[in-house]
């Protein structure tokens, strides 16, 4: 299994961006699909993006089409968000996940999972 530890989080203001970071430790990081999912309190944890193992296939949550975007750099063994026009409904606690087989497209199956890091909207 590949071990996760996400970076980046904070408080930000409506409107601003933030950069995500998901650094991967363990082996052959560049053979995963990896994702982001989201937590705020209270709601189910919910989909907001995948990226296939070598980066050519991106998929993304209906809610956050047209402002977030998922990359990742195989040689620094790192996944990336990044958030454009933060909105008070983006704050949630922010997980990366990683598995080794099924579909880039499906949110299931996931077997190893960070921390997770707060992103807090300010209006």
């Known amino acids: 299994q590949v071990q996760l530890v996400e970076s980046g989080g904070g408080l930000v203001q409506t409107g601003g961006s933030l950069r995500l970071s998901c650094a991967a430790s363990g082996r052959f990081f560049s053979g995963y699909i990896m994702a982001w999912f989201r937590q705020a309190p209270g709601k189910e944890r919910e989909f907001v993006a995948s990226i296939s193992a070598n980066g050519a296939t991106t998929v993304y949550g209906d809610s956050v089409k047209g402002r977030f975007t998922i990359s990742r750099d195989n040689a620094k063994n790192t996944l990336y968000l990044r958030i454009d026009g933060l909105k008070p409904e983006d704050t949630a606690v922010y997980s990366c996940?990683?598995?080794?087989?099924?579909?880039?497209?499906?949110?299931?199956?996931?077997?190893?999972w960070g921390q997770g890091t707060q992103v807090t909207v300010s209006s």
């Open positions: 996940a990683a598995k080794l087989t099924g579909s880039t497209y499906s949110p299931s199956g996931y077997d190893s």
